[in-house]
């Protein structure tokens, strides 16, 4: 868990919830331990430093081929959205933010019209075959294709040169924590199955032509 994560996440109706389960004395040490790691003058809620992202954290990232990103409608309701693309197609830009290229989709525009009214959003990128889940929390900012083609372009993936790019999203993080794995049903895209049975695939194809070369011989 990252400093300002509990800052973040830990209101008091969570706390009351951690305590009727009997967690809040664990967390609220937890989180005034990183409170205390940091500098006397941002310890209050408001003057929080933002994490950054370390190489582990930034790695993933770069390696997804997809994530899970939620915002907030000026009704009050959530919104979470799927978001994917070749691997790769996450810009890690510096230890404080990454970008991708947006693409069209349904026009329904739920996401970034939401972000027109709150910045905030929540993201969880997932790693189903290793059990691995980071959270990120952070606030976003949408650039339109027409407002800076150049940013745009830079951030379409080589993989997708067909694909309509509509706009850039960057996201500021401002706190992040990697999940427990324990409830994370692994799954594998059909280019990680691949991977995994080459080695069966060639070890087949060498005993078959050992097989014919020996009936073969047999004639």
């Known amino acids: 868990m990252s400093r300002s994560y509990g800052c973040i996440a830990f209101t008091d109706s969570v706390d009351a919830e951690q305590e009727s389960y009997g967690s809040a004395e664990f967390f609220r040490r937890l989180v005034s331990t990183r409170a205390d790691s940091r500098d006397a ?29 939620s915002t907030v409608g000026e009704t009050g309701w959530p919104y979470v959205q799927f978001r994917g693309g070749p691997a790769g197609f996450i810009r890690v830009d510096d230890k404080h933010s990454f970008s991708w290229a947006d693409y069209r989709g349904n026009l329904q525009h739920v996401s ?40 745009v372009e830079v951030l379409r993936h080589p993989d997708d040169p ?30 990680e199955l691949q991977d995994a049975v080459r080695p069966l695939r060639e ?17």
């Open 41 to 69: 003058g941002s310890r209050e809620p408001d003057a929080r430093d933002p994490d950054p992202l370390g190489p582990r954290e930034a790695q993933f990232l770069r390696t997804r081929d997809s994530f899970y990103l």
């Open 112 to 151: 970034t019209g939401n972000l027109r009214t709150d910045a905030r959003v929540a993201i969880i990128a997932m790693d189903y075959p290793t059990r691995r889940r980071l959270k990120i929390f952070g606030t976003a900012r949408v650039v339109r294709l027409e407002d800076d083609p150049i940013r």
């Open 162 to 191: 067909e694909a309509v790019v509509e706009r850039a999203v960057t996201v500021t993080v401002e706190a992040f924590d990697w999940n427990c794995p324990q409830h994370i049903t692994p799954r594998f895209t059909a280019a």
């Open 203 to 219: 070890q087949i194809a060498a005993l078959t032509r050992e097989n014919e070369r020996l009936r073969q011989a047999e004639l």
